[in-house]
T-cell receptor, first 115, second 114 residues
Framework: EAQVTQNPRYLITVTGKKLTVTCSQN?????MSWYRQDPGLGLRQIYY???????DKGDVPEGYKVSRKEKRNFPLILESPSPNQTSLYFC??????????????FGPGTRLLVL | GESVGLHLPTLSVQEGDNSIINCAYS??????FIWYKQESGKGPQFIID?????DKRQGQRVTVLLNKTVKHLSLQIAATQPGDSAVYFC?????????????FGTGTRLQVTL
């Protein structure tokens, strides 16, 4: 089954404790992206990757890091989480590097609470 | 700055009626638009897309209309069903010259009443 998986689905942590949210896709997609979703703000792009070892900032990259060492995985790293990073996070992937004409497939989401 | 927005945060319709969800965009360079459906506890799911060289596109029970003159996008759902209850997002993709970048609206919640 073609899918995007994220782990963990739910996470409660404390300020400053480094964490990683994993994202994996089995569709051989070049393009992967991370979004955060907050009430009243919709989905905002954090980082995206056009292929292995190619990453770039989205609209709200501050406080986040990503890596793309393998095509299927695109982990989101919070080196020192803060309460304003409490949010619902989605990973997405698409077939074409530019994403044009192709849809993005979204993972199920990771709900993060930073105390 | 450029933005994608929605006219109504919540829309309530009766089962069997048609639903119309609106979206305004301000980036005149946008040339590709997508509607997503997000059910509670799930990630956004693609519904339908449209390119700027079109003004209408139809899918199964859904139609997207694009009016570039007034920068307006709408999603029409025919014979709305309870399973259509969800939050609907429009998203636009402009010519970034580098990679795909979706800009999402804030979403409209569709409530289907029996």
């Amino acid at each position: 089954e073609a899918q995007v998986t994220q782990n963990p689905r739910y996470l409660i942590t404390v300020t400053g404790k480094k964490l990683t949210v994993t994202c994996s896709q089995n569709m051989n997609h070049e393009y992967m992206s991370w979004y955060r979703q907050d009430p009243g703000l919709g989905l905002r792009q954090i980082y995206y990757s056009m292929n292995v070892e190619v990453t770039d900032k989205g609209d709200v990259p501050e406080g986040y890091k990503v890596s793309r060492k393998e095509k299927r995985n695109f982990p989101l790293i919070l080196e020192s989480p803060s309460p304003n990073q409490t949010s619902l996070y989605f990973c997405a992937s698409s077939l074409l590097s530019t994403g044009r004409g192709e849809t993005q497939y979204f993972g199920p989401g990771t709900r993060l609470l930073v105390l | 700055g450029e933005s994608v927005g929605l006219h109504l945060p919540t829309l309530s319709v009766q089962e069997g009626d048609n639903s119309i969800i609106n979206c305004a965009y301000s980036n005149s360079a946008s040339d590709y638009f997508i509607w997503y459906k997000q059910e509670s506890g799930k990630g956004p799911q693609f519904i339908i897309d449209i390119r700027s060289n079109m003004d209408k596109r139809q899918g199964q029970r859904v139609t997207v209309l694009l009016n570039k003159t007034v920068k307006h996008l709408s999603l029409q759902i025919a014979a709305t069903q309870p399973g259509d209850s969800a939050v609907y997002f429009c998203a636009e993709m402009g010519d970034t010259g580098t990679a795909s970048k979706l800009t999402f609206g804030t979403g409209t919640r569709l409530q289907v009443t029996l």
